[in-house]
């Protein structure tokens, strides 16, 4: 899962270029996403739930970077897409391994109640702190 830039605009104010208006899209990997039928189950949903919601918090936490973005060149903004499409990436990565893609259910809860403070909080996303036992 990732996010792909589809319509950016950016506008020309006193020789600085800003953000103008932006989509994106999040699109599905789907060659990396497959699951055996019987296997589909309400834990298996909550994890690929995770992915969809840490993508979307890292491509907030680009909007709010981006509109505060101003440079003489459309790079600073190109640069900061791409840190968030690999920030979002890695912790997807980490969630997978930290929750073995579901299986550990402490971890799943933990990445979860994290996933759920960062959106109602607006901080940005890190891995939780998980419990060395875990």
Not at 1 to 12: A, I, Q, T
Not at 45 to 73: K, M, N, P, W
Not at 75 to 96: C, G, I, P, V, W
Request: neutral net charge.
């Amino acid at each position: 899962m990732g996010f792909r830039p589809g319509r950016v605009r950016v506008v020309e104010e006193a020789s600085e270029h800003r953000l103008g208006e932006m989509e994106f899209e999040m699109v599905l990997n789907a060659a990396g996403s497959w699951a055996v039928v019987s296997a589909k189950t309400a834990e298996l949903l909550a994890h690929e739930q995770g992915h969809f919601d840490i993508v979307g918090l890292c491509y907030r936490d680009l909007v709010a970077e981006a509109r505060t973005l101003r440079g003489r060149s459309r790079n600073r903004l190109l640069l900061a897409m791409r840190e968030h499409d690999q920030r979002a990436d890695s912790l997807t990565r980490e969630y997978d391994t930290q929750t073995e893609h579901g299986r550990n259910q402490a971890n799943q809860q933990a990445w979860q109640r994290q996933i759920a403070a960062c959106r109602q909080s607006g901080m940005q996303l890190t891995a939780p702190p998980l419990n060395a036992a875990e």
